[in-house]
C-alpha cells in the first residue's frame, strides 16, 4: 500500500537524554513528544562514519546529513577526503597545488591561504593548514600568508588563541633566510567572509577589504586583536571584528597583490561559495565595489558548486555523488515540492541532491525558498517557521505533489548563538508549526516522516563554568542520535529493529511512496 510523503528536517535538533542545557528534553513539544511515544519511532546516527566523516567523534553537520539522506549512501566527505588526498600526497599533486605553486614563484609573489582556523572538522581543519605550510615552504615558495577566519561555533566559543598560538608556533620553526610566513588578517565566522547563500554580501565584502585590501583596524598581532576586542566588546571568536595585522608604521603584512596565488582551504562548501565568485568572477563582480582586482591564481580545497563549477581550480576531488533519491522519483514520474528559508535552502536543494545547483526536471521539482530575516537568530528564534510551514500546508492541499520535504533550521541556527532560552523557544516553534503539518497530513491522507539532520539544541553547555560562574554556552553541534518517526503511515507499517542512519531515509520515502529501493541504497528503516 503507497501513500504520498512529507519529509520534515528538524535542523540541530539531537535527541538524547543527557542534559548539559538539552533545550530539546525541556522544550514544551507536544507533537514531537507524540510522534516519538506514539508513532513508530525510533534514533538515529547523525554524526561520524555514518555520514562518512573521518571518525565517530566527529560532528555531523547539516551538509552531510543531507548528502546522506538525499543519496541514501555513505560517501568520504569533507575532512575524510582532504585527510586521505593530504596522507597519500595526491593532493600537492593536483593541477591546482602546482599552479598555486608555480604562479607565486614565476611572479615572485605570496601565497596566501584563507579559512576557519579551527580543527572543528566541519569547514575546515587546521592540520591541513600546516601540511600545506610546510609543503610550500619544501617546494621553494618563499612568502606565506594567512587570513584566519575564528571559529567558536563548531569548537568553544573562546578558543581561538589556542589556534593563533600554534599556527604562530608553526611559523616561528619555518621561518629562517629562505622563508617567510605569518598571519595576515582575520576576524569572526559570522562578521566577515564566511557568508552563505547570498544572505549577508557585506560580510564578504568586510572579508575581502581585511584580507585583499589590508583595509580594517590594524594590530601588531592577531593575538592582540583578540585580546582587545574580547576587552572592549566582550565578543565571543565568531562574532569577532574583522582586523589587519600590521607594523608600527601601519603597512598590513599581506595585503593580496598581482602575482600571489590564493588558497581557500575549507572544504565545506556553502561558506565558500561567496568568497570564490568574489575571485572568479571578478571581471564581472557587481555584488558590492571590490575596490581592487588582484591578478591572482585562485583555487578551493575542494569545488564548492559542481554545475557553476566554482571555483575553477581546486585541489581535492569532491565525492562524485550518484543515485540520489530526487534523480530517482523524477525517473518514475513523481512530482515533488522543496520549501526552506534562506539559511537552509540550499541544504533541501544543492545538498539534497548531490551537490547539485540544478533540478533534475523543472517539471517535476519545484523549489521554493523563503527569505531569512538578517538578523541574529536568538533575536527572533522563531525565524520563518510559520511561513514554511504556510507553503507546506498549500503544497499538501494542492495534491500536486507525491514528495514533499522542508526544513525548520530553529534548532540548528539559534543553537549556534549559544542563547539557552532562545533556543527553547526555536525549539517550541518547530513543534508548534508541526502541529500544522500533521493536521493537513491527516486531512489528506500523507504520511509524514519526521526527523533531524544533526544535534546542536539539546547540548547548549559547554563544560566549566565562566569567571562569574555562569555556565559556558557551547555553540557547536553535538554527537547526538537524532529522532525519526513515521505519522499516518500506511496500515501495519513498523520500525525495524536495527542500527540506522541518515542514509537509511530515501530507502524508506520510495518504499512508502510504492516503490523498489535503488539497488545502491543502504536498506529503509520501515517495513
Known amino acids: 500500500m503507497s501513500k504520498p510523503v512529507v519529509l520534515v528536517v528538524m535542523d540541530g535538533v539531537g535527541w538524547t537524554d543527557k542534559d548539559n542545557g538539552n533545550a530539546v528534553l525541556h522544550a514544551y513539544k507536544p507533537q514531537i513528544d507524540e510522534l516519538m511515544t506514539s508513532w513508530p519511532h525510533t534514533t538515529i ?308 541532491n548531490g551537490n547539485r545547483s540544478e533540478k533534475f526536471s523543472e517539471e517535476l521539482e519545484d523549489w521554493e525558498e523563503v527569505p531569512s530575516d538578517i538578523i541574529p537568530f536568538d533575536q527572533k528564534p522563531w525565524m520563518k517557521a510559520t511561513e514554511v510551514t504556510e507553503k507546506i500546508v498549500d503544497a499538501i492541499a494542492s495534491g500536486k505533489y507525491q514528495f514533499i520535504r522542508c526544513n525548520y533550521p530553529n534548532g540548528d541556527m539559534v543553537g549556534h548563538t549559544g542563547n539557552y532560552e532562545a533556543t527553547l523557544i526555536g525549539v517550541e516553534s518547530v513543534d508548534l508549526n508541526l502541529k500544522r503539518v500533521m493536521d493537513a497530513c491527516r486531512k489528506y491522507d500523507y504520511t509524514l516522516l519526521v526527523m533531524a539532520d544533526h544535534g546542536n539544541s539539546d547540548e547548549m553547555y559547554d563544560k566549566g563554568t565562566n569567571p562569574d560562574g555562569t555556565r559556558k554556552p557551547k555553540t557547536s553541534h553535538s554527537l547526538a542520535r537524532v529522532p525519526f518517526a513515521v505519522y499516518n503511515g500506511p496500515e501495519g507499517i513498523k520500525v525495524k529493529d536495527g542500527d540506522f542512519g541518515l542514509a537509511n531515509v530515501a530507502a524508506t520515502v520510495v518504499k512508502i511512496l510504492g516503490y523498489e529501493p535503488d539497488e545502491h541504497w543502504m536498506e529503509s528503516i520501515t517495513e
Open 45 to 352: 546516527k547523525a554524526s561520524g562514519t555514518a555520514v562518512g566523516l573521518p571518525s565517530d567523534s566527529d560532528m555531523g553537520n547539516s551538509e552531510v546529513g543531507h548528502n546522506a539522506l538525499g543519496c541514501g549512501q555513505i560517501y568520504s566527505q569533507g575532512a575524510k577526503l582532504v585527510n586521505e588526498s593530504i596522507a597519500s600526497g595526491k593532493i600537492f599533486n593536483s593541477d591546482a597545488w602546482k599552479k598555486s605553486v608555480s604562479y607565486v614563484k614565476e611572479h615572485n609573489g605570496k601565497l596566501h591561504f584563507i579559512g576557519l582556523l579551527s580543527d572543528g572538522n566541519v569547514h575546515s581543519n587546521i592540520a591541513h593548514l600546516i601540511a600545506m605550510i610546510g609543503e610550500a615552504k619544501k617546494e621553494g615558495v618563499r612568502e606565506v600568508r594567512a587570513h584566519i577566519l575564528l571559529d567558536g561555533r563548531d569548537v568553544p566559543e573562546t578558543s581561538a588563541l589556542q589556534y593563533v598560538d600554534q599556527l604562530e608556533d608553526v611559523f616561528a620553526k619555518l621561518n629562517d633566510d629562505t622563508f617567510h610566513g605569518c598571519i595576515a588578517s582575520g576576524g569572526g565566522r559570522m562578521t566577515i567572509t564566511m557568508d552563505r547563500y547570498e544572505a549577508d554580501w557585506s560580510m564578504v565584502e568586510r572579508g575581502w577589504h581585511a584580507h585583499v585590501l589590508g583595509d580594517a583596524r590594524k594590530f601588531a598581532s592577531a593575538k592582540e586583536a583578540i585580546e582587545t576586542y574580547r576587552k572592549e566588546g566582550g565578543y565571543t571568536d565568531q562574532y569577532l571584528p574583522g582586523f589587519v595585522v600590521a607594523d608600527q608604521d601601519g603597512n598590513p603584512a599581506g595585503t593580496i597583490d598581482d602575482g600571489d596565488s590564493v588558497i581557500l582551504f575549507n572544504f565545506r562548501g556553502d561558506r565558500a561559495v561567496e568568497l570564490s565568485k568574489c575571485f572568479d568572477y571578478m571581471d564581472h563582480f557587481d555584488a558590492f565595489d571590490l575596490v581592487k582586482k588582484p591578478k591572482v591564481f585562485y583555487c578551493g580545497m575542494l569545488q564548492y558548486d559542481g554545475d557553476l563549477k566554482l571555483p575553477a581550480n581546486f585541489l581535492v576531488e569532491p565525492p562524485h555523488i550518484e543515485h540520489t533519491l530526487s534523480e530517482f522519483l523524477v525517473n518514475k514520474g513523481v512530482k515533488s515540492y522543496a520549501c526552506s528559508e534562506t539559511q537552509k535552502f540550499g541544504h533541501m536543494t544543492y545538498f539534497w
